[in-house]
Protein backbone atom coordinates (compact mmCIF):
# COMPACT_ATOMS: atom_id res chain seq x y z
CA UNK A 1 0.00 0.00 0.00
CA UNK A 2 1.89 3.28 -1.31
CA UNK A 3 2.17 5.85 1.30
CA UNK A 4 3.52 9.29 2.32
CA UNK A 5 4.85 10.42 5.50
CA UNK A 6 4.83 14.24 6.32
CA UNK A 7 6.79 14.94 9.68
CA UNK A 8 7.34 17.36 11.77
CA UNK A 9 10.72 17.48 14.04
CA UNK A 10 10.60 19.30 17.38
CA UNK A 11 12.47 21.28 18.76
CA UNK A 12 13.38 23.88 15.82
CA UNK A 13 15.22 26.84 17.50
CA UNK A 14 14.55 30.48 17.41
CA UNK A 15 15.80 31.40 14.06
CA UNK A 16 17.53 34.97 13.84
CA UNK A 17 19.23 37.45 11.14
CA UNK A 18 22.55 35.28 10.21
CA UNK A 19 21.08 31.68 11.27
CA UNK A 20 23.03 29.08 9.26
CA UNK A 21 19.67 27.18 8.17
CA UNK A 22 20.87 24.10 6.53
CA UNK A 23 22.47 23.19 9.68
CA UNK A 24 19.81 24.08 11.70
CA UNK A 25 17.30 21.38 9.66
CA UNK A 26 20.10 18.52 10.08
CA UNK A 27 20.87 19.34 13.79
CA UNK A 28 16.91 19.26 14.34
CA UNK A 29 16.69 16.28 12.21
CA UNK A 30 19.45 14.50 13.76
CA UNK A 31 17.85 15.42 17.39
CA UNK A 32 14.76 14.08 15.89
CA UNK A 33 16.38 10.90 14.97
CA UNK A 34 15.08 11.54 11.31
CA UNK A 35 17.53 10.78 8.96
CA UNK A 36 17.19 12.72 5.50
CA UNK A 37 17.20 10.66 2.41
CA UNK A 38 16.88 10.45 -1.33
CA UNK A 39 13.68 11.36 -2.54
CA UNK A 40 12.64 13.18 0.64
CA UNK A 41 11.35 16.72 0.79
CA UNK A 42 11.83 19.09 2.71
CA UNK A 43 9.70 22.11 3.52
CA UNK A 44 10.43 25.29 5.09
CA UNK A 45 8.26 28.02 6.13
CA UNK A 46 8.88 31.09 4.38
CA UNK A 47 9.40 33.02 7.47
CA UNK A 48 12.42 31.12 8.76
CA UNK A 49 13.87 31.53 5.67
CA UNK A 50 13.53 35.36 5.41
CA UNK A 51 14.59 35.66 9.17
CA UNK A 52 17.66 33.68 8.36
CA UNK A 53 18.51 35.71 5.21
CA UNK A 54 17.63 39.24 6.99
CA UNK A 55 14.55 39.86 5.01
CA UNK A 56 13.29 41.79 7.94
CA UNK A 57 12.35 45.60 7.51
CA UNK A 58 12.75 47.90 10.74
CA UNK A 59 9.41 49.82 9.90
CA UNK A 60 10.70 53.02 12.56
CA UNK A 61 13.91 53.39 9.85
CA UNK A 62 10.84 54.07 6.69
CA UNK A 63 9.95 57.01 5.76
CA UNK A 64 6.29 56.53 3.27
CA UNK A 65 6.24 58.62 0.33
CA UNK A 66 2.79 60.28 -1.00
CA UNK A 67 2.08 56.48 -2.75
CA UNK A 68 2.10 54.81 0.37
CA UNK A 69 0.22 57.72 2.66
CA UNK A 70 -2.89 57.27 0.18
CA UNK A 71 -2.54 53.33 0.26
CA UNK A 72 -2.60 54.02 4.01
CA UNK A 73 -5.97 56.07 3.70
CA UNK A 74 -7.63 53.27 1.34
CA UNK A 75 -6.35 50.45 3.31
CA UNK A 76 -6.38 51.59 6.80
CA UNK A 77 -2.87 50.66 7.73
CA UNK A 78 0.21 52.02 8.71
CA UNK A 79 1.92 54.44 5.99
CA UNK A 80 5.62 52.93 6.64
CA UNK A 81 4.09 49.47 5.97
CA UNK A 82 2.14 50.51 2.76
CA UNK A 83 5.74 51.99 2.13
CA UNK A 84 7.32 48.28 2.46
CA UNK A 85 4.23 46.69 0.57
CA UNK A 86 5.26 49.28 -2.58
CA UNK A 87 8.73 48.24 -2.25
CA UNK A 88 8.28 44.73 -2.43
CA UNK A 89 5.26 44.99 -5.08
CA UNK A 90 5.59 44.90 -9.20
CA UNK A 91 1.77 46.45 -8.57
CA UNK A 92 -1.61 46.77 -6.35
CA UNK A 93 -4.04 44.78 -7.50
CA UNK A 94 -7.11 45.57 -4.84
CA UNK A 95 -7.14 47.56 -2.13
CA UNK A 96 -10.16 47.54 0.69
CA UNK A 97 -9.80 49.01 4.28
CA UNK A 98 -7.63 46.11 5.76
CA UNK A 99 -6.89 44.49 2.99
CA UNK A 100 -4.28 45.00 -0.01
CA UNK A 101 -3.64 42.44 -2.73
CA UNK A 102 -0.48 42.92 -4.66
CA UNK A 103 1.75 41.41 -6.98
CA UNK A 104 5.02 40.56 -5.67
CA UNK A 105 7.70 41.90 -7.70
CA UNK A 106 8.84 38.40 -8.07
CA UNK A 107 5.53 37.17 -9.19
CA UNK A 108 3.42 35.58 -6.36
CA UNK A 109 -0.07 37.59 -6.08
CA UNK A 110 -0.81 37.68 -2.06
CA UNK A 111 -2.14 39.83 0.66
CA UNK A 112 0.46 42.97 1.61
CA UNK A 113 2.87 41.50 -1.03
CA UNK A 114 3.61 38.99 1.69
CA UNK A 115 4.97 41.73 4.40
CA UNK A 116 3.56 40.41 7.58
CA UNK A 117 4.31 40.85 11.34
CA UNK A 118 3.74 37.33 12.75
CA UNK A 119 6.24 35.02 14.07
CA UNK A 120 9.57 37.79 13.48
CA UNK A 121 10.30 38.21 16.80
CA UNK A 122 12.62 41.42 16.47
CA UNK A 123 10.23 43.55 18.02
CA UNK A 124 6.66 45.30 17.34
CA UNK A 125 8.20 47.45 14.61
CA UNK A 126 9.43 44.58 12.72
CA UNK A 127 8.13 43.03 9.63
CA UNK A 128 9.19 40.26 7.50
CA UNK A 129 9.81 40.24 3.35
CA UNK A 130 9.97 37.16 1.39
CA UNK A 131 13.15 35.71 0.67
CA UNK A 132 14.93 37.87 -2.04
CA UNK A 133 15.72 34.65 -4.11
CA UNK A 134 13.31 31.77 -2.82
CA UNK A 135 14.56 29.54 -5.49
CA UNK A 136 18.19 30.53 -4.98
CA UNK A 137 17.48 30.05 -1.07
CA UNK A 138 16.02 26.51 -2.01
CA UNK A 139 18.84 25.47 -3.96
CA UNK A 140 21.58 26.59 -1.60
CA UNK A 141 19.77 24.60 1.44
CA UNK A 142 19.59 21.55 -0.93
CA UNK A 143 22.61 21.69 -1.86
CA UNK A 144 24.56 22.59 1.70
CA UNK A 145 22.50 19.60 2.68
CA UNK A 146 23.50 17.04 -0.05
CA UNK A 147 26.97 18.00 1.10
CA UNK A 148 27.28 17.55 4.92
CA UNK A 149 24.99 14.10 5.11
CA UNK A 150 25.23 13.20 1.51
CA UNK A 151 21.30 13.19 0.90
CA UNK A 152 19.40 14.29 -1.98
CA UNK A 153 16.70 15.52 -0.84
CA UNK A 154 14.55 18.34 -2.75
CA UNK A 155 13.37 21.96 -1.16
CA UNK A 156 10.66 23.80 -0.92
CA UNK A 157 9.87 27.23 0.90
CA UNK A 158 6.51 27.65 1.07
CA UNK A 159 4.10 30.32 2.46
CA UNK A 160 0.48 30.67 2.88
CA UNK A 161 -1.92 32.74 0.00
CA UNK A 162 -5.34 33.51 0.23
CA UNK A 163 -7.39 32.70 -3.40
CA UNK A 164 -10.06 34.20 -5.09
CA UNK A 165 -13.34 32.38 -4.60
CA UNK A 166 -12.65 30.30 -1.77
CA UNK A 167 -11.91 31.20 1.94
CA UNK A 168 -9.18 30.27 4.04
CA UNK A 169 -4.90 29.97 2.91
CA UNK A 170 -2.96 27.07 1.94
CA UNK A 171 0.29 26.53 1.65
CA UNK A 172 1.72 26.74 -1.67
CA UNK A 173 5.92 26.66 -2.74
CA UNK A 174 7.58 30.22 -3.40
CA UNK A 175 10.75 28.63 -3.94
CA UNK A 176 11.58 25.13 -5.37
CA UNK A 177 14.90 23.07 -5.75
CA UNK A 178 15.32 19.67 -6.77
CA UNK A 179 11.53 18.85 -7.73
CA UNK A 180 9.71 19.75 -11.09
CA UNK A 181 6.80 21.90 -9.59
CA UNK A 182 4.55 20.92 -12.32
CA UNK A 183 3.53 17.03 -13.27
CA UNK A 184 1.45 17.09 -16.40
CA UNK A 185 -0.81 13.87 -17.12
CA UNK A 186 -1.48 15.32 -20.69
CA UNK A 187 -1.09 12.36 -23.75
CA UNK A 188 -1.51 9.68 -20.38
CA UNK A 189 -4.49 7.47 -20.85
CA UNK A 190 -6.64 7.49 -17.94
CA UNK A 191 -8.10 3.63 -16.33
CA UNK A 192 -10.53 3.35 -19.59
CA UNK A 193 -7.92 4.17 -22.26
CA UNK A 194 -9.36 8.06 -22.62
CA UNK A 195 -6.12 10.00 -23.51
CA UNK A 196 -6.05 12.96 -20.71
CA UNK A 197 -5.44 16.35 -23.13
CA UNK A 198 -5.72 19.01 -20.23
CA UNK A 199 -4.49 17.52 -16.81
CA UNK A 200 -1.67 19.08 -15.10
CA UNK A 201 -1.11 19.26 -11.35
CA UNK A 202 0.56 21.59 -9.15
CA UNK A 203 2.60 18.84 -7.05
CA UNK A 204 4.64 21.36 -5.25
CA UNK A 205 1.97 23.29 -4.26
CA UNK A 206 0.18 19.88 -2.98
CA UNK A 207 3.35 19.20 -1.33
CA UNK A 208 3.41 22.80 0.26
CA UNK A 209 -0.04 22.47 1.67
CA UNK A 210 0.59 19.39 3.06
CA UNK A 211 2.99 20.65 5.38
CA UNK A 212 1.16 23.88 5.71
CA UNK A 213 -1.08 21.40 7.75
CA UNK A 214 1.90 20.27 10.61
CA UNK A 215 3.49 23.77 10.20
CA UNK A 216 0.71 26.01 12.15
CA UNK A 217 0.32 29.51 12.37
CA UNK A 218 0.38 30.68 15.79
CA UNK A 219 3.02 29.52 18.33
CA UNK A 220 3.61 26.04 16.94
CA UNK A 221 7.69 26.86 16.43
CA UNK A 222 7.41 24.08 13.61
CA UNK A 223 8.71 25.68 10.31
CA UNK A 224 10.06 22.71 9.13
CA UNK A 225 8.27 19.47 7.40
CA UNK A 226 9.74 16.49 6.33
CA UNK A 227 7.57 14.51 3.56
CA UNK A 228 8.74 11.06 2.58
CA UNK A 229 6.86 8.95 -0.02
CA UNK A 230 6.03 11.53 -2.69
CA UNK A 231 6.40 11.16 -5.79
CA UNK A 232 7.92 13.68 -8.20
CA UNK A 233 10.33 14.41 -11.28
CA UNK A 234 13.56 15.97 -11.38
CA UNK A 235 13.69 19.88 -11.78
CA UNK A 236 13.33 23.90 -9.90
CA UNK A 237 12.16 26.73 -10.48
CA UNK A 238 8.71 28.89 -8.90
CA UNK A 239 8.29 30.95 -12.05
CA UNK A 240 6.97 27.47 -13.30
CA UNK A 241 3.90 27.66 -10.77
CA UNK A 242 3.48 31.59 -11.81
CA UNK A 243 0.78 31.96 -14.79
CA UNK A 244 2.17 34.45 -17.07
CA UNK A 245 -0.41 37.91 -16.90
CA UNK A 246 -1.43 37.68 -20.66
CA UNK A 247 -2.77 34.21 -19.80
CA UNK A 248 -4.56 34.97 -16.68
CA UNK A 249 -8.07 35.78 -17.27
CA UNK A 250 -9.13 36.88 -13.58
CA UNK A 251 -5.89 39.43 -12.54
CA UNK B 1 7.42 13.73 16.80
CA UNK B 2 4.55 14.73 15.26
CA UNK B 3 3.35 13.25 11.94
CA UNK B 4 0.75 12.75 9.68
CA UNK B 5 0.53 9.50 6.83
CA UNK B 6 -1.40 9.66 3.61
CA UNK B 7 -2.44 5.66 2.99
CA UNK B 8 -3.65 4.91 -0.50
CA UNK B 9 -4.96 1.60 -0.47
CA UNK B 10 -4.69 -0.68 -3.63
CA UNK B 11 -7.35 -2.60 -5.51
CA UNK B 12 -10.56 -0.46 -5.74
CA UNK B 13 -12.67 -2.15 -8.15
CA UNK B 14 -14.28 -0.24 -10.93
CA UNK B 15 -17.03 1.83 -9.32
CA UNK B 16 -20.65 1.68 -11.98
CA UNK B 17 -23.39 3.69 -11.24
CA UNK B 18 -25.16 2.16 -7.72
CA UNK B 19 -22.53 0.98 -6.46
CA UNK B 20 -22.36 1.21 -2.49
CA UNK B 21 -19.20 3.34 -1.41
CA UNK B 22 -18.42 2.81 2.13
CA UNK B 23 -19.06 -0.75 1.23
CA UNK B 24 -16.43 -0.53 -1.24
CA UNK B 25 -14.00 1.76 0.96
CA UNK B 26 -14.34 -1.05 3.78
CA UNK B 27 -13.80 -3.84 1.29
CA UNK B 28 -11.02 -1.98 0.21
CA UNK B 29 -9.85 -0.68 3.09
CA UNK B 30 -9.75 -4.78 5.23
CA UNK B 31 -8.31 -6.17 1.70
CA UNK B 32 -5.37 -3.51 2.68
CA UNK B 33 -5.23 -4.33 6.54
CA UNK B 34 -5.72 -0.84 6.97
CA UNK B 35 -8.28 -0.71 10.23
CA UNK B 36 -9.69 2.93 9.89
CA UNK B 37 -9.74 4.61 13.42
CA UNK B 38 -11.18 7.41 15.26
CA UNK B 39 -9.63 11.10 13.74
CA UNK B 40 -8.98 9.65 10.33
CA UNK B 41 -9.80 11.48 7.32
CA UNK B 42 -11.07 9.62 4.47
CA UNK B 43 -10.75 11.70 1.03
CA UNK B 44 -12.46 9.91 -2.00
CA UNK B 45 -12.58 11.49 -5.16
CA UNK B 46 -15.24 13.45 -6.54
CA UNK B 47 -15.18 10.95 -10.06
CA UNK B 48 -16.28 7.34 -7.73
CA UNK B 49 -18.61 9.30 -5.80
CA UNK B 50 -20.44 10.74 -9.16
CA UNK B 51 -20.48 7.45 -10.75
CA UNK B 52 -21.41 5.39 -7.67
CA UNK B 53 -24.31 7.80 -7.86
CA UNK B 54 -25.47 7.99 -11.37
CA UNK B 55 -24.02 11.65 -11.86
CA UNK B 56 -23.27 11.17 -15.15
CA UNK B 57 -24.81 12.01 -18.67
CA UNK B 58 -24.90 10.66 -21.84
CA UNK B 59 -24.28 13.21 -24.29
CA UNK B 60 -26.18 11.13 -27.39
CA UNK B 61 -29.24 11.79 -25.58
CA UNK B 62 -28.53 15.40 -25.02
CA UNK B 63 -30.02 18.38 -27.58
CA UNK B 64 -28.25 21.62 -27.22
CA UNK B 65 -29.87 24.88 -27.05
CA UNK B 66 -29.12 28.33 -28.83
CA UNK B 67 -26.95 29.37 -25.65
CA UNK B 68 -25.12 26.10 -26.12
CA UNK B 69 -24.64 26.32 -29.41
CA UNK B 70 -23.07 29.35 -29.79
CA UNK B 71 -20.78 28.98 -26.37
CA UNK B 72 -19.55 25.59 -28.55
CA UNK B 73 -18.48 28.08 -31.09
CA UNK B 74 -16.87 30.28 -28.37
CA UNK B 75 -14.93 27.23 -26.56
CA UNK B 76 -14.80 25.11 -29.81
CA UNK B 77 -16.12 22.86 -27.82
CA UNK B 78 -19.24 19.74 -28.34
CA UNK B 79 -22.19 21.92 -28.17
CA UNK B 80 -23.94 19.16 -26.25
CA UNK B 81 -21.21 18.89 -23.70
CA UNK B 82 -21.57 22.87 -23.35
CA UNK B 83 -25.08 22.11 -22.56
CA UNK B 84 -24.46 20.26 -19.85
CA UNK B 85 -22.47 22.72 -18.65
CA UNK B 86 -24.64 25.03 -18.92
CA UNK B 87 -27.33 23.14 -16.64
CA UNK B 88 -24.36 22.89 -14.07
CA UNK B 89 -23.59 26.51 -13.55
CA UNK B 90 -25.18 29.23 -11.92
CA UNK B 91 -23.24 31.49 -14.50
CA UNK B 92 -20.27 31.39 -16.75
CA UNK B 93 -17.54 33.55 -15.66
CA UNK B 94 -14.60 33.23 -19.14
CA UNK B 95 -14.74 31.50 -21.96
CA UNK B 96 -11.48 31.18 -24.54
CA UNK B 97 -11.14 28.46 -27.07
CA UNK B 98 -10.83 25.14 -25.37
CA UNK B 99 -11.91 26.53 -21.58
CA UNK B 100 -14.78 27.60 -19.81
CA UNK B 101 -14.60 28.82 -16.48
CA UNK B 102 -17.97 28.04 -14.80
CA UNK B 103 -19.25 29.20 -11.51
CA UNK B 104 -20.84 26.14 -10.68
CA UNK B 105 -25.15 26.40 -8.97
CA UNK B 106 -22.85 24.51 -6.01
CA UNK B 107 -20.83 27.39 -5.48
CA UNK B 108 -17.60 26.37 -6.85
CA UNK B 109 -15.37 28.22 -9.70
CA UNK B 110 -13.71 25.69 -11.95
CA UNK B 111 -13.12 24.62 -15.39
CA UNK B 112 -16.36 23.10 -17.43
CA UNK B 113 -18.43 23.34 -14.29
CA UNK B 114 -16.67 20.15 -13.38
CA UNK B 115 -18.14 18.46 -16.02
CA UNK B 116 -15.28 15.69 -17.22
CA UNK B 117 -14.57 12.99 -20.23
CA UNK B 118 -12.02 11.48 -18.13
CA UNK B 119 -12.12 8.28 -15.75
CA UNK B 120 -15.81 7.46 -16.70
CA UNK B 121 -15.80 4.43 -18.11
CA UNK B 122 -19.36 4.08 -20.02
CA UNK B 123 -18.49 4.74 -23.67
CA UNK B 124 -17.20 7.37 -25.24
CA UNK B 125 -19.91 10.09 -25.19
CA UNK B 126 -20.29 10.07 -21.71
CA UNK B 127 -19.50 12.82 -18.91
CA UNK B 128 -19.56 12.91 -15.07
CA UNK B 129 -20.85 15.78 -13.43
CA UNK B 130 -20.26 16.77 -10.02
CA UNK B 131 -22.67 14.83 -7.19
CA UNK B 132 -25.95 16.82 -6.68
CA UNK B 133 -24.97 17.02 -2.83
CA UNK B 134 -21.54 16.65 -2.29
CA UNK B 135 -21.63 17.38 2.25
CA UNK B 136 -24.90 15.11 1.86
CA UNK B 137 -22.56 12.27 -0.74
CA UNK B 138 -20.10 12.61 2.63
CA UNK B 139 -22.11 12.40 5.32
CA UNK B 140 -24.15 9.43 4.40
CA UNK B 141 -20.61 7.68 3.36
CA UNK B 142 -19.33 8.63 7.38
CA UNK B 143 -22.66 7.75 8.56
CA UNK B 144 -22.40 4.04 7.12
CA UNK B 145 -19.01 3.80 8.21
CA UNK B 146 -19.87 4.63 11.79
CA UNK B 147 -22.81 2.12 11.37
CA UNK B 148 -20.10 -0.77 9.93
CA UNK B 149 -16.97 -0.73 11.74
CA UNK B 150 -18.16 2.03 14.56
CA UNK B 151 -14.80 4.46 13.20
CA UNK B 152 -15.92 7.98 13.72
CA UNK B 153 -13.94 9.14 10.47
CA UNK B 154 -14.29 12.57 8.38
CA UNK B 155 -15.29 12.60 4.89
CA UNK B 156 -13.77 15.01 2.35
CA UNK B 157 -15.28 14.27 -1.56
CA UNK B 158 -12.13 16.01 -3.61
CA UNK B 159 -11.35 17.33 -6.78
CA UNK B 160 -8.82 19.23 -8.90
CA UNK B 161 -9.54 22.67 -9.51
CA UNK B 162 -7.31 25.25 -11.88
CA UNK B 163 -6.39 28.47 -10.19
CA UNK B 164 -6.05 32.06 -11.49
CA UNK B 165 -2.35 33.28 -11.02
CA UNK B 166 -1.25 29.90 -10.70
CA UNK B 167 -0.35 27.20 -13.11
CA UNK B 168 -1.68 23.75 -12.34
CA UNK B 169 -4.31 22.17 -10.52
CA UNK B 170 -4.55 21.17 -7.14
CA UNK B 171 -7.17 19.01 -5.05
CA UNK B 172 -9.63 21.14 -3.31
CA UNK B 173 -12.48 19.68 -1.07
CA UNK B 174 -16.27 20.03 -2.46
CA UNK B 175 -18.11 17.90 0.11
CA UNK B 176 -16.39 18.05 3.94
CA UNK B 177 -18.46 16.11 6.57
CA UNK B 178 -17.24 15.44 10.10
CA UNK B 179 -14.85 17.58 9.74
CA UNK B 180 -14.60 21.90 10.05
CA UNK B 181 -13.03 22.71 7.04
CA UNK B 182 -11.32 26.31 8.06
CA UNK B 183 -9.24 26.68 10.95
CA UNK B 184 -9.18 30.28 12.34
CA UNK B 185 -6.05 31.43 14.41
CA UNK B 186 -7.27 35.06 14.83
CA UNK B 187 -7.06 36.09 18.75
CA UNK B 188 -4.03 33.45 19.09
CA UNK B 189 -1.00 34.78 20.00
CA UNK B 190 1.94 33.54 17.65
CA UNK B 191 5.87 32.83 18.91
CA UNK B 192 6.41 36.11 20.34
CA UNK B 193 3.01 36.95 21.67
CA UNK B 194 1.96 39.03 18.63
CA UNK B 195 -1.71 38.19 18.27
CA UNK B 196 -2.77 37.34 14.71
CA UNK B 197 -5.43 38.91 13.09
CA UNK B 198 -6.17 37.81 9.96
CA UNK B 199 -5.11 34.29 9.72
CA UNK B 200 -7.16 31.47 8.50
CA UNK B 201 -6.42 28.16 6.91
CA UNK B 202 -8.68 26.29 4.74
CA UNK B 203 -7.52 22.41 6.27
CA UNK B 204 -10.04 21.12 4.13
CA UNK B 205 -8.51 22.30 0.92
CA UNK B 206 -4.70 21.24 2.57
CA UNK B 207 -6.39 17.71 3.33
CA UNK B 208 -7.93 17.32 -0.15
CA UNK B 209 -4.34 18.52 -1.90
CA UNK B 210 -2.05 15.78 0.81
CA UNK B 211 -4.31 13.15 -0.93
CA UNK B 212 -4.37 13.78 -4.73
CA UNK B 213 -0.43 13.67 -4.53
CA UNK B 214 -1.44 9.91 -4.19
CA UNK B 215 -4.77 9.62 -6.52
CA UNK B 216 -3.06 10.88 -9.46
CA UNK B 217 -5.26 11.42 -12.54
CA UNK B 218 -4.74 8.86 -15.27
CA UNK B 219 -5.18 5.29 -14.89
CA UNK B 220 -3.68 4.73 -11.13
CA UNK B 221 -7.58 3.69 -10.20
CA UNK B 222 -6.64 5.20 -6.74
CA UNK B 223 -9.60 7.53 -5.80
CA UNK B 224 -9.06 6.12 -1.79
CA UNK B 225 -7.02 8.14 0.17
CA UNK B 226 -6.75 7.71 4.24
CA UNK B 227 -5.15 10.19 6.23
CA UNK B 228 -4.58 9.56 9.85
CA UNK B 229 -2.58 12.29 12.24
CA UNK B 230 -4.24 15.67 10.97
CA UNK B 231 -5.74 18.02 13.54
CA UNK B 232 -8.82 19.04 13.14
CA UNK B 233 -12.38 20.28 14.81
CA UNK B 234 -15.57 18.71 14.50
CA UNK B 235 -17.36 20.68 11.58
CA UNK B 236 -18.41 20.07 8.16
CA UNK B 237 -19.92 21.74 4.97
CA UNK B 238 -18.65 23.04 1.90
CA UNK B 239 -20.03 26.58 2.22
CA UNK B 240 -17.46 27.28 4.30
CA UNK B 241 -15.00 27.11 1.83
CA UNK B 242 -16.67 29.33 -1.39
CA UNK B 243 -16.06 33.38 -1.14
CA UNK B 244 -19.47 35.27 -0.89
CA UNK B 245 -19.52 36.79 -4.40
CA UNK B 246 -20.22 40.26 -2.66
CA UNK B 247 -16.93 39.72 -0.84
CA UNK B 248 -15.20 38.45 -3.84
CA UNK B 249 -12.78 40.92 -5.76
CA UNK B 250 -11.88 38.69 -8.37
CA UNK B 251 -14.97 37.24 -10.08
Known sequence: MRSLT??????????RPGADLASTVLEVC???????????????????????????????EIIAGPRAEQLAVEAEKDPRLCQVILDESARILRVRPGLIIAE???????ANAGVDFSNVGLGSEWVCVLPKDPDGSAVRIRRAI?????????????????????????????????LEPIYSYIGREDLYGYVLHSSIESVAD?????????????????????????RFLPGAGRTKLLREPDKDMFR
Chains 1, 2 share one sequence.
Open 206 to 230: ELAATASLLQGQAAEGTPLVVIRGA
Open 146 to 178: AQAVGADVAVIINDTHGRPWREGAVGVAIGVAG
Open 6 to 15: AWVPAGCPDI
Open 30 to 60: RSNALELARGDVLVLAQKVVSKAEGAVVHLA
Open 104 to 110: HRLGFIC
